[in-house]
């Protein structure tokens, strides 16, 4: 059975590193076309000329997700590149690690902007259309303690956990106008926005049978499979690739 990706129409935010740039990779390897969406002009081109290199089509839109505005705007910006977008890939997302008492309302309001606020916009303004055409993918990217508690992570496992229940609330508002909603819930993952942990991601990984973190690649894989026609009677679910942490 082929992933049916094939001149699909994707639009993969975050996707100038780590686990969207490999998300947005594969899907271009796979024959979709592709914007890609990030803050940083000169890393989103990087990203299009190695998909292209590649035999692949893609475009970079930069932007700052940071309200409904330049969600609402980016979505548009894409329909305009593509014609349409058949597959959403909400990857952007801000990670910050501390304690509760020492995050300000600021450092608050920017995560829970970009984690929740901007694919809450992007979705308000791509699935309905998607509904009319009667298909479409999105895959959200969630976390593992979205599942869990764990110290330091109350704000960005609660901006996760968020988009959690709005995966399982958008399967149910769109899925039988065929929109699947689905999401990726990653482990520890070896990307550039994780480089700085340096041991530290090694022994959060060993908490998990796999015993080492991922790449960005195998949660890209993860990501295409949700998107593809091999995942038709997906709907709803958040699929772990955390190397088994969550069962344990």
């Known amino acids: 059975m082929t992933s049916g990706l094939s001149g699909t129409k994707a639009l993969v935010t975050g996707g100038t590193s780590g686990i969207g740039k490999a998300a947005a990779t594969e899907l271009a390897r796979l024959g979709a076309h592709v914007v890609l969406s990030g803050r940083d002009e000169n890393r989103g081109n990087d990203v299009v000329q190695e998909i292209r290199s590649a035999g692949g089509q893609a475009w970079f839109v930069a932007t700052d997700l940071h309200n409904e505005a330049a969600a609402r705007s980016l979505a548009a910006r894409a329909k305009e590149q593509l014609g349409q977008v058949d597959v959403l890939i909400n990857s952007a997302g801000a990670f910050p690690f501390g304690p509760t008492e020492q995050t300000s309302e600021e450092t608050f309001d920017s995560v829970y902007a970009l984690n929740v606020k901007a694919p ?27 599942e869990f508690g764990a110290p330091g992570m109350a704000l960005y496992g609660s901006s996760k956990a968020a988009l959690v229940l709005l995966t399982k609330s958008w399967a149910a508002e769109y899925g039988p106008s065929g929109v699947r909603v689905n999401a990726v819930g990653p482990g520890p993952t070896r990307t550039e926005g994780t480089a700085s942990m340096g041991d530290a991601l090694d022994q959060l990984a060993k908490g998990g049978p796999a015993g080492r973190p991922g790449s960005a690649e195998e949660i890209a894989a993860a990501i295409t499979f949700l998107a593809s026609d091999r995942a038709s009677f997906i709907h709803g679910a958040v699929l772990p690739v955390d190397g088994g942490r969550t069962a344990v």
Do not use: Q, S
């Open 120 to 146: 809450y916009f992007l979705v308000a303004e791509l699935a309905p259309d998607m509904a009319k055409r009667g298909r479409g993918a999105i895959v959200n990217v969630t976390t593992m303690v979205a």
